[in-house]
């Protein structure tokens, strides 16, 4: 199965690890840090040209999405009941 991200990017859902809010990179120290170290290692990507609104987190990189969190767990979870 398949999770689309935003953009013409698409995941396959096995990858993903963890969707959260962009609110979180300003909140979170560690989530700083953790962001910082995929940069410094070109494992992150942003989608698209509009204002990040989530932060998805797959087993290779780092998505920044213009979708909202809450829709991205929505759609993660209606494939897992499929």
Known sequence: MYIHLGG?????????VAIFDISIEQSSKLSRQFVAHARKNREVETIGDEEPKSIVVTEEKVYYSPI???????RAHQLLDL
Do not use: A, N, V, Y
């Open 68 to 74: 909202s969190s809450s829709t991205l767990k929505k």
């Open 8 to 16: 013409e990017k698409i995941i396959r859902t096995s990858q993903l």
